[in-house]
């Protein structure tokens, strides 16, 4: 299965690395820009994702990961900018190295990024209001 729908809206999501041309290593050792199969350049970015916890909570570890940008995102995107991807899907991969190992995992991917404004947590409710506590 291939671009499999990913939902990252309880994550925080910040800029390590602003986004920038996807390039990889040709035979050379020279570095060319990773194009789609229509000839259009691929961008990358880095970004660190946080769960998004209630005041008061502890979140558990974050991750950075690698997201391919489908389109240029344009300017505006510097390192520590709080984002969100738009059409964010997944991709599994398993790949033999040449030593004989497996390395698989996820690829991130996603048609670009937005601006995120930090939504407001909603209100835990207690006993005295009618929720659980």
């Known amino acids: 299965m291939r671009d499999l729908p990913v939902v990252l809206d309880g994550f925080k999501l910040t800029v390590v690395e602003p986004p920038a041309p996807k390039t990889r290593q040709d035979a050379n050792g020279a570095d060319v820009p990773v194009t789609d199969r229509d000839g259009v350049t691929q961008f990358v ?3 660190f994702a946080k769960l998004q916890v209630q005041a008061g909570q502890r979140a558990p570890k974050g991750e950075e990961i690698k997201v391919t940008l489908t389109a240029d995102p ?3 995107f510097p390192e520590d900018t709080r984002v969100q ?3 964010a899907k997944i991709n599994p991969y398993s790949i033999e190295s040449p030593d004989g190992r497996t390395v698989s995992g996820i690829a991130f991917k996603a048609m670009g990024l ?3 404004t930090p939504a407001p947590m909603p209100p835990r409710r207690g006993k005295d209001d009618g929720g659980e506590s």
């Open 45 to 47: 970015v880095s970004l």
């Open 74 to 76: 344009g300017e505006g």
């Open 85 to 87: 991807l738009i059409d």
């Open 114 to 116: 937005k601006h995120a």
